[in-house]
Structure formats: C-alpha cells, structure tokens
C-alpha cells in the first residue's frame, strides 16, 4: 500500500511563505502522479495541484495565479509545495494523495485519488 505523509505546515503571515514537503513510499509501479489537496472545515475538499513522475508535468488550480510551484525529487519519492504570498484564504488543512501506475494529473483527478497521507495544518493570519 501507498503510504503518505506530508508536513511543513505552520502559521505565517499574508504575504509569507512555507513549503510542504510529501514523502511517499510503498509503491508497486515505477510511475506515480502526487497532488495537493487543501481542506476547510465544512467545505468540500479543493484541488490545488499535481505533479507526474513520467514527464515532470504539473497542474495547477486557477485560484493558485501563480504563487504556488510543485516539484519533486522523484529519486526520495518527495514532493515538495512551495507557496508564496500566502493569503487567509489559502488557510486549511493540506494533504497530498496519490495514484500508483502510469497514468495522469487529469486522469487521477477525474477518477480519484488512491491514497491519501495525514494533513499538515497550514493557517495564514495576522
């Protein structure tokens, strides 16, 4: 079984920085694709992006504008969310999820993720 686990949350300041860090391990395939997910309590759980270990693609939801970058270091089967300008509404819970085997950002999307690692809480405020 896929065995996440994701960390570097914290309290930060708008406009602040931080980098969450997902470490996966227990996968059967060579290829994995790994998203970011982000939760609010009483609020369904928001896509934020996703990285594929076949190519290096990435994904990213549109309310990101560009202040968040996936990578990896697909030899640790790490992944990293660096986030910028951090605003009060980026606050939530953040989990990483993944799908083993060769398939897509969209595909796992569409139908899913697999598995799913422990939250790190992420709270952005004054």
């Known amino acids: 079984d896929v065995q996440l686990q994701a960390s570097g949350g914290g309290l930060v300041q708008p406009g602040g920085s931080l980098r969450l860090s997902c470490h996966a391990s227990?996968?059967?395939?060579?290829?994995?694709?790994i998203g970011w997910f982000r939760q609010v309590p009483g609020k369904e759980r928001h896509w934020v992006s996703c990285?594929?270990?076949?190519?290096?693609?990435?994904l990213y939801s549109e309310d990101i504008e560009g202040r968040f970058t996936v990578s990896a270091v697909f030899s640790e089967n790490t992944v990293y969310l660096r986030m910028n300008n951090l605003k009060s509404e980026d606050t939530g819970v953040y989990y990483c999820?993944?799908?083993?085997?060769?398939?897509?950002?969209?595909?796992?999307?569409?139908?899913?993720?697999?598995?799913w690692g422990q939250g790190t809480q992420v709270t952005v405020s004054s």
């Open positions: 990285i594929e270990k076949a190519d290096g693609r990435t």
């Open positions: 227990g996968f059967e395939f060579d290829e994995f694709v």
């Open positions: 999820a993944a799908v083993d085997g060769d398939t897509t950002c969209n595909m796992a999307l569409y139908y899913g993720m697999r598995s």
